[in-house]
């Protein structure tokens, strides 16, 4: 085989994988209900695909050869634990396992019920990555190495933590899950809406570390973006009648539409209200008001309030229809953020109403919401409360004031794009004066 394509089948094993991980460790899960296992049978797959696809080629459905064979390696696992009956029993003689035995390649059997059992598997894996039982860092840290299909070291490099750090973080996950025997399996009754916020907040907070960085030297890590993204769009297809799912991919797909105007040619942060408005993705835009109307509508169906996903995408929907910053329904923002208040209070949320308040109806009105903030523990080290005080200060020709704030945010921002914005900020207010 020629280098050019060794090369090329080593990509293809690179892309399938990427794709195909998450379908593949959520299948084998389902049959030896752990997932550390499941994972180590997956990755014996992929050894095999790196062995025989270079010699025989890429396979048609190169994703089911390697369910396949995963499946395979289950099996033989199984076979030779001293336990098999046990563990037959305990899987219920699982269908499918039984159907590998005899069907060398079950991808030519599939049907609209294989397909069910696939988005089944993956949503089981989806809850069982972000269970409860788990800190946040490590339910994010695992699902974006199962489902993301991010290698640790791509994670580490996302998150500024050394990759030993992840990789340890991700090994207590697995064994935690595994020595407290969570089930695989999807919660039901009054235990899905608690665990279904588990999952959505995992998301959220991976879209969040990639559109602003908590640190470093980039404004924002597009990957962890389109990761969150696309674990996004995959939950609202696995759980279509839930409307905090449509409500999170609403507002992941409006939020992630901007993402070519929220830096200019050098890198350096551009805010909102500074965009370049023809610069957003107006496709993302029209998908995310798509996903917005569904979960208004499961909403109202169901006689249920907007969660606070969906809010948050209502919110950005104001700032997308507006063809203008100085268009935006800044009234109807305001009534939002209040809404917000309500069902999710906290003080980041009453900052950012501040804002909405100030732009609506004059900043004195919203120096007097961010004022009352000032001493709140949860934000001593959050850049943004004295950055939007030194905004609203500007406004009202307390320019010198204004300064005094804008350079105690630099002084605590961790990531070098918004300390150098912030510092910009302060002192284009003091030349201003």
Request: charged fraction near 25%.
């Amino acid at each position: 085989m020629s280098t050019t394509t060794q090369a090329a089948t080593q990509r293809a094993i690179d892309a399938v994988w990427r794709i195909e991980q998450a379908r593949i460790v959520a299948g084998v899960a389902r049959m030896v209900r752990d997932i550390g296992l499941a994972e180590e049978l997956a990755q014996d797959a992929l050894v095999a695909a790196l062995e025989h696809w270079p010699a025989d080629g890429v396979p048609a459905n190169p994703g089911a050869w390697l369910m396949t064979t995963a499946k395979h390696r289950a099996l033989d696992r199984l076979r030779r634990d001293k336990n098999l009956a046990m563990k037959l029993e305990q899987i219920g003689l699982d269908l499918e396992a039984r159907e590998a035995l005899v069907v060398p390649d079950f991808v030519d059997a599939l049907d609209a019920a294989r397909q069910d059992d696939i988005g089944d598997d993956l949503l089981r894996l989806v809850f069982t990555a972000c269970h409860p039982l788990l800190s946040p860092e490590a339910r994010v840290a695992l699902t974006l190495k199962l489902l993301g299909g991010l290698t640790t070291a791509e994670i580490a490099r996302a998150y500024l933590v050394p990759e030993p750090t992840i990789a340890q973080r991700i090994v207590r996950a697995k064994r935690s899950l595994a020595e407290a025997r969570v089930p695989f399996e999807v919660p039901r009754g009054d235990e899905l809406a608690p665990r279904l916020a588990s999952v959505l907040e995992v998301v959220y907070l991976i879209f969040n570390e990639g559109y602003t960085a908590t640190a470093g030297d980039d404004w924002m890590r597009p990957a962890l973006c389109d990761e969150a993204l696309r674990l996004a769009r995959m939950l609202a297809e696995l759980a279509p009648h839930e409307p905090e799912a449509h409500g999170l991919a609403a507002l992941l797909e409006i939020q992630a539409s901007r993402t070519a105007a929220r830096t200019d040619e050098e890198g350096r942060p551009v805010l909102l209200t500074d965009q370049n408005r023809a610069r957003w993705d107006h496709l993302l835009i029209r998908r995310g008001l798509a996903a917005l109307g569904h979960a208004e509508q499961l909403a109202e169906k169901h006689k249920r309030p907007l969660g606070p996903y969906a809010l948050q995408a209502a919110i950005a929907a104001c700032h997308a229809r507006a063809p203008s910053a100085s268009d935006t329904d800044w009234p109807r923002i305001a009534a939002l953020y209040d809404a917000l208040t309500q069902i999710t209070p906290s003080p980041v949320v009453e900052l950012n109403r501040a804002v909405a308040v100030a732009m609506a109806f004059g900043p004195a009105a919203g120096l007097a919401i961010v004022d009352s903030l000032v001493d709140e523990p949860a934000l001593k080290k959050y850049q943004w409360l004295p950055a939007v005080r030194g905004d609203l200060l500007a406004k009202l020709g307390r320019h010198d004031e204004a300064r005094t704030e804008f350079l105690r945010a630099a002084a605590i921002a961790t990531n070098e794009r918004e300390r150098a914005l912030l510092h910009d900020r302060a002192y284009q207010r003091n030349s201003a004066h």
